[in-house]
């Protein structure tokens, strides 16, 4: 067994969202108010104050309104290790550099019918990571490309590019979450998005919450539609309990996922919860006829305490390779210092982020949050050795504002690839 390989990150992800404020969630990426009120929807005159209200970066016309919104991720992260590590996995202070890992725009607004339609547009620059080489197309990525219409008050149909409805830790964006990074098994066995039609509602009160979609990515791929792979994806959450101030909230979810895999290959891996590079597990390529997912998620809020946590299977049909199971799980617990509860969005089944009550552009101190996660990942099974790693990760967040957020994390790393 290898030694623990201990790993301090600093990062930044200063997310100077220009316009991430509202209370409905729409994407789990980000959440906005419709610039739209009822009034104006329905054709009322536009007083001087409503002018006067109007973000500088938001439009909105008779029939359309929307938002521009942007952000900026810079990262920094060292490492410590001792012999045994450095003769594993070799010497990572190449990748001990100051990182930009993202600058993304997009636009998200509404039609004003007498439901409004929601839409939303997002992309990233990424060409940090390639040493500015602006030569590969890959430095521009098309994130999200979706329309929301709604189907009565309780449900909706969605289709374009957007997260599909699995893993609430995959819902959530990046800056809800405590952690900076996503647990090594989100990243690692499920997609970020899709393309797909979705129908998704809620009902009891908005105390149960639904989605199942039908998604091949042949549009974003290159591939023709029968040549790309196919997924069908449903998701159900619950509230058995929903006190009200913050007494008290337990959410359940279960969701699964089936796909054909084509070209019949697969291939896992991720690194130790870190953006980019390095990848410390790696099954390879190995054939694969399909691919089904099984999650099982809990979380408890009570006042400014948050618990919670997930299990992810996913079984891949690969006959030749003994059909391996392959692993995943976290928890985590997290303690706001100095504010109230993080928000929940029952009518998606999921958490948005926090925003303190004083920032520290407004004289405040901002919001305070500490908190630990433990997560696992096992990707030997069968034939497939793509090795197991955990991580004990102590988490420290101080949110300046709605906008930005300055994180620090500290991880314990234990790594066992190839015995």
């Not at 964006?173 to 900076?180: R, S």
């Amino acid at each position: 067994m290898a030694p623990p390989l201990m790993r301090r990150e600093l990062a930044v992800p200063l997310a100077f969202a220009l316009a991430l404020l509202g209370s409905t969630c729409l994407s789990a990426d980000e959440e906005f108010a419709p610039p739209n009120s009822d009034e104006q929807a329905s054709g009322a005159t536009e007083t001087p104050q409503d002018k006067a209200a109007r973000p500088w970066n938001g439009f909105e016309s008779r029939w359309i309104s929307g938002l521009l919104f942007g952000g900026m991720a810079l990262d920094f992260v060292r490492y410590a290790q001792d012999p045994a590590s450095r003769e594993q996995i070799g010497n990572l202070t190449d990748y001990e550099v100051p990182e930009i890992r993202v600058m993304r725009l997009g636009l998200a607004g509404t039609f004003s019918f007498e439901r409004p339609w929601r839409w939303y547009v997002s992309g990233a620059y990424r060409g940090f990571d390639q040493g500015f080489d602006r030569s590969e197309d890959a430095a521009w990525s098309l994130f999200d490309l979706w329309l929301e219409v709604p189907l009565g008050r309780a449900a909706w149909l969605t289709f374009g590019k957007f997260k599909e409805p699995l893993s609430m830790e995959r819902l959530m964006g990046g800056g809800f979450m405590p952690g900076i990074e996503r647990a090594m098994g989100t990243d690692a066995l499920t997609p970020s998005r899709n393309v797909g039609v979705q129908l998704g509602g809620h009902f009891a009160r908005s105390r149960v919450t639904w989605a199942a979609g039908i998604f091949n990515e042949w549009a974003f791929t290159g591939e023709s539609f029968d040549r790309a792979a196919n997924q069908v994806i449903g998701r159900v959450t619950g509230l058995p309990m929903n006190r009200p101030d913050g007494a008290g909230l337990l959410h359940l979810g279960v969701a699964g996922r089936y796909s054909d895999v084509k070209p019949a290959v697969l291939r896992f891996k991720t690194t130790p919860e870190v953006f980019s590079f390095p990848r410390f597990l790696d099954t390879g390529e190995f054939p694969a006829e399909s691919m089904t997912h099984g999650l099982f998620a809990t979380y408890y809020l009570t006042g400014p305490l948050w618990l919670g946590g997930e299990l992810l299977l996913a079984r891949v049909g690969s006959p030749d390779y003994g059909n391996p199971l392959f692993r995943s799980a976290w928890v985590q617990a997290s303690l706001i210092l100095n504010g109230d509860s993080r928000p929940y969005v029952p009518q998606r089944g999921i958490f948005a982020i926090l925003r303190p009550t004083r920032s520290v552009s407004d004289g405040g101190r901002g919001l305070f949050e500490i908190g630990a996660r433990y997560s696992t990942l096992d990707l030997d099974d069968g034939a497939v050795r793509g090795g197991q790693s955990s991580r004990l990760t102590g988490i420290f967040n101080w949110y300046l504002t709605g906008r930005s957020l300055l994180a620090f994390n500290y991880g314990l790393i234990r790594l066992d690839v190839d015995g």
